[in-house]
């Protein structure tokens, strides 16, 4: 097990994330887009290596996987000794180590310096010519949040992939960004995830 400083697990409702999970096992099934990765991570911040925890994600054919640059990959492209960013279901298994079904996993070329956030919220208006998402109110600019979604994914609220087109005005989603942000008005950062809720 590597023992560099890792990132930590946190829960939001039934969606829990990892950020800079080391990973050190990959199970690839024969032709198939199922299969796991076993990541450690620290119990909490600032845990010595012997407080590390283990967890299983499992992957399934609904689970998106990025490379470094936002591009989709296979399972079988994860190699052990690698960083992840993971978004997952928080109904686990109580088993050694616990089991989650993975909803996206971001692989880092190195440790990622990017922290990720989750927010949740209101499509104000789709700029898909020039692949701009606003949330916030549609009619007070100085409430929305301009997200960059040209390399992102989307998904169903169930998880399966849809695309940009399949988004509207009003509707609720939850968005894993960068928590980095322009300070114009709308504020602009990265998507990486957005889900319909």
Request: net charge positive; proline share 6%.
């Amino acid at each position: 097990m590597n023992t560099e400083t890792r990132g930590t697990l946190s829960r939001r409702g039934n969606i829990s994330q990892i950020t800079n999970a080391f990973v050190e096992e990959v199970n690839a099934f024969s032709n198939t887009s199922t299969g796991y990765i076993i990541v450690s991570y620290a119990a909490s911040p600032g845990q010595q290596s012997d407080n590390i925890q283990m967890l299983r994600l499992n992957i399934n054919r609904n689970t998106v996987i990025l490379d470094s640059s936002g591009q989709v990959i296979s399972l079988s492209e994860i190699r052990p000794q690698t960083w992840i960013n993971a978004v997952f279901s928080s109904a686990m298994t109580r088993s050694i180590p616990p089991q989650a079904n993975a909803f996206l996993i971001m692989v880092q070329k190195r440790r990622p310096q990017i922290e990720i956030a989750t927010s949740i919220g209101r499509i104000a208006s789709i700029d898909a010519a020039n692949g701009f998402l606003y949330t916030g109110n549609p009619n007070d600019i100085n409430s929305q949040v301009r997200y960059v979604v040209s390399n992102s994914t989307f998904s169903d609220p169930s998880g399966r992939p849809i695309t940009l087109s399949s988004l509207r005005p009003s509707q609720r989603v939850r968005i894993t960004h960068a928590t980095t942000q322009t300070a114009s008005i709308p504020p602009q950062t990265i998507a990486f995830h957005v889900q319909l809720l």
